[in-house]
Every structure is written in structure tokens, then in C-alpha cells.
């Protein structure tokens, strides 16, 4: 957990580096590194104490720098970094094809660099290239007064000085067919369980973020299997309870562990949303409300643990939002999961990561393990989303609601989906919020932003005005859509 940086093309002034660094402070670290090189710089931040996530390490080949975790075999006191740097020097730019973890890094190497972001995208990466010199950070905002333009490595891909951007080898990840829905929820179960395993595996996970859905519910079940003294996390509207936190309530009195939950006054809200903005680097309303309340989820955690397992991914994977889109033929319900898994990285992930780095909380996505994803590729729409055949609501998440089906109360196994921002009771707080301050004529004076992007609401207005306020024009490319159907 931490951030990186550099600078590539000519020589640095160390206090460059220093200040790009300590933009990104919140990610989580407390000391800096900076290394001067003979054609420019690089830094990274990271806690006082030995912290395996962030590192840089020299050697006969590589300067290399991690922003994340690696769930990978290891010799006795190696890092990630030391992980990433011997399976790169021993198989070059293949070994991200079956590199297991959660990461974004960069590999110096004498006159080259290169950087690389895993197949699902949670940790950033931004980048920009000018008149032969190269600026990259964890991070957007370390950038700016440096490029006006900025660019973000998609998942899943490489950029190197000699070769700019291409796919990364393609993934190996081998899991097993089935014939029946009933070894197909066995062999997810067993896949989310190894998961929750492999990412608890080296003690630094100290709590569940329980928003009471069936998503978190199912990873805090399995996590007290490895763990039962972990504390399970969940926020709530001060001025009326929201319907999640009932359930979060009865799933933590179900596992009998330790419950805290975070009471979000009115007045936050309208504090944090200028905030909000500057750590998401986006103005899209869906994302911006979104982060909001993984962000006061978040500050609680920072209080008992630096590090947490949350549900995010699920219902990319396995059909979370059918329900909500009744009437979408088969073909169309894959084209969506398509798209709402290509542009995570940009939207529900990007909240998830800005949300919990602004409190300086790590966070692990069971998942998101690269097993699970290649096993919900197998899974036919039909055991995602099960229709009754009679025009009624079908059930989202059908196998994954089997698979665990006797770990988790009725009531909360059965619960139908509601937005984590919507179920908090987030949305209706931020409308109230900007209330007055934007109306609908603003919005037909100002439809659009500089970039072309369609603004679609007086609320999306606002946040594009405070984006634009502290980000250049050409950060715009940082927004992404979350709702694809807008």
C-alpha cells in the first residue's frame, strides 16, 4: 500500500519527485524513497515499517516499484517486489501472464522503462508521454503542472518507452468445467473460499467491510471460517436508518462478530463532496456517490485496522444488475456484463480504491481472484440471473446465492440487490446536498463539458465544475461512465 512515481527523459531536481509523492500521501505511507537516476527520477512511498506492498530494490537488471500485493510463492524474507523482480529477470515480460495479485508497477532498466497494470485494474496507473520525456504516478493529481494531458494504463496491458502500450501475454488461469448448476455453486464456493484464504494468508486483514448485501455477507462468512476475531465494518445514515444496515446487523449477530458501524451526519456530506472529487479524479455522479460511501465506511475502518476484505466485483461477475434491466434478451445481458467488466477499473473499482487509499486503508477483493473471474466466464447467463418464467422479478446472483446457500441467514441470502450508495442512503443525502447551488437552466446553458462528455444532471454539472476547478482539461479522459446505459 503506498504510491509510485517517476520521470523519465532527463535529469530531476529531487524535490520534483518529493512533491508528486506527497500529493498522494493518503495512499497510505509515511516515508518517502527517491532515487536519482542519470536520465531522471523515481519514488515511492511507503509506511515506516517494513511494508512488502510498495518497494523499490536495484540490482544487475531492474529498478523495480510495486503499488499492491502479490498472492505469490515465496522464499523466506522476500517482498512482492522481490517477487516481481526475480520472476521478471527469470521470464521476462511473460511472467505477467500468471503473476497472481492485485498491482500496478514500474521496471527501470538501464535506458527503458516499463510499466504494467494486472488484468483487473484496481490499483491505477497514469501516465503521460512529452517531447521524449515520460511522467508517470499512482495517481492523476501527482501529475498535474507537469503534463496537461494524462493518460491511464488499462488493465491487462504495458507501456515501455521503447514500444509504447500493448496487451499483456494472455492470462493462464486454469479452472474446471461442470455439467450442472449444482457443481457449478460447489466449485465456486471452493474457489471464493481458496481466495479469502489466499488474500487473509498473511495476517494483515483485520476486518469485513459489511454493507449487509448478499456480496459482503458471503465474504464475511467465509472469512471468520480463517479468522474469528476479524471486525466487521458498516456505515449508516444518521437521520434514518437505511435498509442495509438491518441486515448488515443481523448477518454480524448471525456470525457472532464484533459489529461497528458509522453514523453519516447530513452536514458531512455536503463537506466531503469538493473532497470527493479531488481523490476519485472523476465527475461522474454514479462514481462520485458511490465513493462517498465507501469513504465514511473507510474512516471507521482506519480506526481498527489498516487493511480489509470487501464484496466489490460480484455483480459484474455474476449478473448483479439483470434484475434491475428486466426484459434484456440473452445476448444483451452478456453484452452488459462485457461492458460493465471492461470499465470497472474506471468506475466501481476507481471509487473503490479512492474511496478506502483516502483513509490510508488497504483493501482485498476475494472476488476479483483471477480464478474466480476465469469461472464466472464459464457460468451461463441462466444460473446468473434465474428467471420464473411468469414476468416477475428473477433472482440476480442465482448460483452465487446457492453456492453459499446454508452460510448465511435466510433473509439475507434472499435479499434482492440495492446499490451500496442507494442502500446507505447516500443518494438522496448528496441531491440534497447541491440543492440550489446548480438548477436545470445551468444545465441546458451548459450540457456538455470542454471535452464533449454529456453532463446528465444539474448534480453531474456541479462535480464537473469542481473537477475543473482543480484538474486541466485534459484529465477529463479520467471519466468514465458507470452506468452504461447513459
Request: proline share 5%; charged share 30%.
Amino acid at each position: 500500500m503506498g504510491s509510485i512515481a517517476g520521470i523519465h527523459g532527463h535529469e530531476v531536481d529531487e524535490r520534483v519527485i518529493q512533491d508528486m509523492l506527497e500529493q498522494m500521501e493518503h495512499r497510505g505511507a509515511n516515508r518517502i524513497d527517491i532515487e536519482l537516476l542519470s536520465k531522471g527520477a523515481v519514488g515511492w512511498s511507503r509506511r515506516s515499517e517494513p511494508d512488502p506492498s510498495v518497494s523499490a530494490l536495484e540490482g544487475d537488471r531492474a529498478f523495480v516499484m510495486l503499488d499492491g500485493v502479490l498472492y505469490e510463492p515465496r522464499e523466506r524474507g522476500e517482498s512482492d517486489a522481490d517477487v516481481l523482480k526475480r520472476k521478471y529477470e527469470q521470464e521476462g515480460e511473460a511472467c505477467f501472464a500468471t503473476l497472481d495479485g492485485s498491482y500496478a508497477c514500474a521496471i527501470v532498466e538501464d535506458d527503458r522503462v516499463l510499466l504494467a497494470r494486472d488484468y483487473v485494474g484496481a490499483r491505477p496507473l497514469i501516465y503521460g508521454a512529452e517531447d521524449g520525456v515520460l511522467r508517470y504516478a499512482s495517481e492523476a493529481k501527482a501529475l498535474i503542472g507537469h503534463l496537461d494531458r494524462v493518460d491511464e494504463l488499462p488493465p491487462g496491458h504495458l507501456y515501455s518507452t521503447d514500444t509504447g502500450v500493448r496487451e499483456m501475454p494472455d492470462p493462464q488461469c486454469d479452472v474446471p468445467d461442470f455439467e450442472t448448476p449444482k457443481q457449478g455453486a460447489r466449485v465456486l464456493r471452493e474457489l471464493l473460499t481458496a481466495a479469502v484464504e489466499r488474500e487473509m494468508a498473511d495476517g494483515a486483514v483485520g476486518g469485513v467491510a459489511l454493507s449487509g448485501g448478499l456480496d459482503s455477507s458471503i465474504i464475511a462468512a467465509i472469512a471468520k471460517q480463517f479468522d474469528g476475531q476479524l471486525t466487521l465494518f458498516s456505515s449508516t445514515i444518521a437521520r434514518y436508518p437505511s435498509p442495509d444496515i438491518g441486515y448488515a446487523k443481523r448477518m454480524a449477530e448471525y456470525l457472532g462478530l464484533e459489529h461497528r458501524i458509522a453514523e453519516i451526519h447530513d452536514e458531512e456530506i455536503a463537506d466531503v463532496i469538493p473532497e470527493a472529487i479531488w481523490y476519485l479524479e472523476s465527475f461522474d455522479e454514479d462514481c462520485v456517490s458511490g465513493f462517498v460511501a465507501n469513504y465514511f465506511t473507510s474512516r471507521l475502518v482506519s480506526s481498527g485496522t489498516n487493511c480489509t476484505l470487501v464484496g466489490e466485483g460480484a455483480d459484474e461477475l455474476f449478473g448483479g444488475y439483470f434484475a434491475e434491466l428486466p426484459g434484456l434478451s440473452k445476448e444483451q445481458r452478456t453484452e452488459l456484463s462485457e461492458t460493465l467488466v471492461s470499465i470497472a477499473y474506471n468506475t466501481a473499482l476507481r471509487r473503490l480504491d479512492r474511496g478506502w487509499l483516502a483513509h490510508s486503508v488497504d483493501y482485498r477483493t476475494p472476488f476479483l481472484d483471477p480464478a474466480v473471474i476465469a469461472f464466472s466466464r464459464k457460468i451461463p447467463d441462466e444460473y446468473k440471473y434465474y428467471e420464473d418464467g411468469h414476468g416477475g422479478r428473477g433472482v440476480e446472483k442465482w448460483i452465487l446465492r446457492e453456492a453459499f446457500a446454508g452460510d448465511l441467514p435466510e433473509e439475507n441470502r434472499s435479499r434482492t440487490k440495492m446499490r451500496f450508495a442507494r442502500g446507505v442512503g447516500i443518494d438522496d443525502l448528496m441531491d440534497e446536498a447541491i440543492a440550489g447551488d446548480v438548477t436545470e437552466e445551468d444545465l441546458r446553458k451548459s450540457p456538455r463539458t470542454a471535452g464533449g462528455l454529456t453532463l446528465n444532471s444539474p448534480k453531474e454539472l456541479h462535480y464537473y465544475r469542481l473537477f475543473r476547478s482543480r484538474f486541466p482539461e485534459g484529465y477529463e479522459s479520467l471519466t468514465a461512465r458507470w452506468d452504461p446505459f447513459k
